[in-house]
C-alpha cells in the first residue's frame, strides 16, 4: 500500500466518522508513511508519533486510529499526531494547541 493510496481510503474514513484529515497533504503523507513502516515492522499500524512496544497487545490503545482520536479532538479539535482533526480546526476555528499525551506507558 502506498501512503497516496492510504490517504484516499482514510479521506473517505475520516468523512464517515464526521471528521477529517489535516488539511496539510504533506504532513498527512509523512503521518501515513510512518503507519506503513509501522505495519511492515510489527505487523500492525500503531501510531507513528508514539513508540510502540511491538507487541500488538500492549499497543492495542495506539493502533490507529488510536483510543484517544475522539476525546483529542473532542478537547483540542486534533489528535495527538495532527492526523485527524475537526473541520472547524482545518478552518482555523480552533486554535492550534500541542495536544498533550493521554496515553499512559505500563510495563
Known amino acids: 500500500m502506498t501512503a497516496e493510496r492510504l490517504y ?7 468523512e ?6 489535516n488539511r496539510d497533504k504533506e504532513y498527512v503523507l509523512q503521518i501515513l508513511e510512518g503507519l506503513i513502516t509501522n505495519e511492515s515492522r510489527y505487523g ?9 512496544a511491538g ?5 492495542k490503545d495506539i493502533l490507529c486510529p488510536c483510543v484517544y482520536r475522539d476525546p483529542d479532538i473532542k478537547d483540542y479539535g486534533s ?3 495532527g492526523l485527524y482533526v475537526s473541520k472547524e480546526w482545518n478552518e ?11 496515553r499512559k506507558i505500563h510495563d
Do not use: F, M, N, W
Open 79 to 81: 489528535c495527538y499526531c
Open 8 to 14: 484516499e481510503i482514510l479521506t473517505k474514513y475520516a
Open 92 to 102: 482555523e476555528k480552533t486554535a492550534h494547541v500541542r495536544v498533550p499525551e493521554r
Open 55 to 59: 507487541v500488538k497487545e500492549k499497543d
Open 44 to 52: 500492525y499500524r500503531s501510531c507513528p508519533c508514539r513508540l510502540a
Open 16 to 21: 464517515s466518522q464526521g471528521i477529517q484529515l
